[in-house]
């Protein structure tokens, strides 16, 4: 395999890694706020991407992917709020121990990670451009 194309499948495989940590990190987001149904219940608990590279036998390049979305196992806020259905005999809600600046966080180093290899596959589209104009040109 050409080292353009390697470039390319790298690029490509760290490009869905970073989309499947966005996904986790909206679903982290969109639950920030659940809690469970009943004082025993336990809300939606966070998850954290677990990334791990694979070899491609085809070109013998080493790439990233996701393998599982771990649940992170730091406690769950408690809020007093007595009104709740979730509320304990104190009168506190086990909230998820989701932290919105941390979920924002990950999300601009995802998009950052994502548009970096954006960068590589669109320079290496425009290097190819240019080897063939410089070829045609002969």
């Given at each position: 395999m050409t080292d353009m194309s390697?470039?390319?499948q790298i690029a490509a495989a760290?490009?869905?890694?970073?989309t499947a940590r966005m996904r986790i990190i909206a679903e982290n987001v969109?639950?920030?706020d659940s809690?469970?149904?009943d004082p025993n219940g336990k809300p939606y608990q966070?998850?954290?991407p677990v990334f791990a590279e694979e070899?491609?036998?085809a070109s013998g390049t080493r790439l990233v992917h996701m393998v599982k979305a771990q649940k992170d196992s730091s406690d769950f806020r408690m809020v007093y709020d007595p009104g709740h259905p979730a509320a304990d005999a104190r009168g506190y809600v086990k909230y998820p121990n989701v932290n919105a600046l941390v979920e924002l966080m990950d999300m601009r180093q995802a998009q950052r990670s994502f548009e970096a290899n954006?960068?590589?596959i669109e320079n290496s589209r425009a290097m190819?451009?240019?080897?063939l104009e410089l070829l045609r040109s002969r």
């Open positions: 390697t470039a390319l760290g490009m869905r890694a970073q969109a639950n920030a809690t469970a149904l966070r998850k954290i070899l491609d036998r954006i960068s590589v190819l451009a240019r080897t």
